[in-house]
């Protein structure tokens, strides 16, 4: 959690998962993700829960 990454399939909002990718020691990882919202290609986000099995609850992050 408190990770942030980039959507790399678009993410519809609800249980209909997409895709990010997060830097994972120093690797980058795909993990399917789900939002409340739709995110777009491209979006940054914050990682708010990892449900395990590489699937993940993510935000929209507006950065500093």
Known sequence: MGKIGEVTTRI???????????????IRERYFAHAR?????????????????????VEPWIGF
Do not use: A, I, M, Q
């Not at 909002?13 to 020691?25: D, M, N, R, W």
């Not at 919202?37 to 993940?56: C, P």
């Open 37 to 57: 919202e739709e995110l777009l290609l491209g979006s940054k986000v914050l990682v708010v829960h990892d449900r395990g099995n590489r699937t993940v609850d």
């Open 12 to 26: 519809e909002g609800g249980e209909e998962p997409g895709e990010v990718s997060l830097l994972v020691y120093g």
